[in-house]
Nanobody
Framework: VQLQASGGGLVQAGGSLRLSCAASGSIFNDAVMGWYRQAPGKQRELVADITSGGYRKYSDSVKGRFTISRDNAKNTVYLQMNSLKPEDTNVYYC?????????????WGQGTQVTVSS
């Protein structure tokens, strides 16, 4: 297993969860690490990603509520989710992406369910 996500669960609206994704070094170093989510019948969408240098990008729907971070010593990326809403209910996937001159190499974790009750 190259990407192992954990931390999902059931939480009430307004609560918090922290997702973690541990990666093997070969797919973590120099990669853009991201969190995506996918609801049934919908396309997978970017939640947030972070470059190896720490530049962060967020979807408009989570700005100000979610924080992505990475620990390069532990090859782990985190997603701190605060002020959760029922519409945040999804399966969350960890992603590693590295772009070379000739190709983009992408890996996906197994997904972790986040359920927010109203």
């Amino acid at each position: 297993v190259q990407l192992q996500a954990s931390g999902g669960g059931l939480v009430q609206a307004g609560g918090s969860l922290r997702l973690s994704c541990a990666a093997s070094g070969s797919i973590f170093n120099d990669a853009v690490m991201g969190w995506y989510r996918q609801a049934p019948g919908k396309q997978r969408e970017l939640v947030a990603d972070i470059t190896s240098g720490g530049y962060r990008k967020y979807s408009d729907s989570v700005k100000g509520r979610f924080t992505i971070s990475r620990d390069n010593a532990k090859n782990t990326v985190y997603l701190q989710m605060n002020s959760l809403k029922p519409e945040d209910t999804n399966v969350y996937y960890c992603n590693s992406r590295r772009t070379t001159i000739s190709e983009t190499i992408s890996y996906w974790g197994q997904g972790t369910q986040v359920t927010v009750s109203s």
